[in-house]
T-cell receptor, first 113, second 112 residues
């Protein structure tokens, strides 16, 4: 059974800092990995999706990497802003034919102005 | 990207009543939709897979008679929480795939 772990559970940084969020998964046989953002009481916003054959994806100030063999992914946020404050969730899709996702518990990020 | 909506966004009900939550794919068709539940400070847990034209598939530990799922059309799935109890209070989120998963905004259910 796939398990996804995110470290740290919470992170507080001053505005402008670069930061890294970590995600690990137990079964390396994944189809893709996705990073989401969730604001309090809201749904999920997809940030980046990395296919199993890819090593990284970039979107603006966000960069996600994937090391499938070691079961790890990182989300790098450059020049953090207060608007980046949210919970960041990592999720893996294990099979090509199934869209089921296994989620981590998330990292709650607070960017202090 | 594709848009998934949920209705209502929040609902408060008395213990013992039933509550229906709708999930709609607005600009694409989805033969499969997924229902998740999220308790405070916890991750999203998959409850069931809604299948258009066939019965829903429930995850282990989820009571199918309590959480009724109906995939009424290619753009609509409903989740009915029957005889709701305070422990059913949670954040319910649906998703639908269109190359990747798109999530609804969620429904906050509070059972008094």
């Amino acid at each position: 059974k796939q398990e996804v772990t995110q470290i740290p559970a919470a992170l507080s940084v001053p505005e402008g800092e670069n930061l890294v969020l970590n995600c690990s998964f137990t079964d390396s046989a994944i189809y893709n990995l996705q990073w989401f953002r969730q604001d309090p009481g809201k749904g999920l916003t997809s940030l980046l999706l990395i296919q199993s054959s890819q090593r990284e994806q970039t979107s603006g100030r966000l960069n996600a990497s994937l090391d499938k063999s070691s079961g790890r992914s990182t989300l790098y946020i450059a020049a953090s802003q207060p608007g980046d404050s949210a919970t960041y969730l990592c999720a893996v899709q294990s099979g090509a034919g199934s869209y089921q996702l296994t989620f981590g518990k998330g990292t709650k990020l607070s960017v202090i102005p | 990207g594709a848009v998934v909506s949920q209705h209502p966004s929040w609902v408060i009900c008395k213990s013992g009543t039933s509550v229906k939550i709708e999930c709609r794919s607005l600009d694409f068709q989805a033969t499969t939709m997924f229902w998740y539940r999220q308790f405070p400070k916890q991750s999203l847990m998959l409850m069931a897979t809604s299948n258009e034209g066939s019965k829903a598939t429930y995850e282990q530990g989820v009571e199918k008679d309590k959480f009724l799922i109906n995939h009424a059309s290619l753009t609509l799935s409903t989740l009915t929480v029957t005889s709701a109890h305070p422990e059913d209070s949670s954040f319910y989120i649906c998703s639908a795939p269109y190359n990747e998963q798109f999530f609804g905004p969620g429904t906050r259910l509070t059972v008094l």
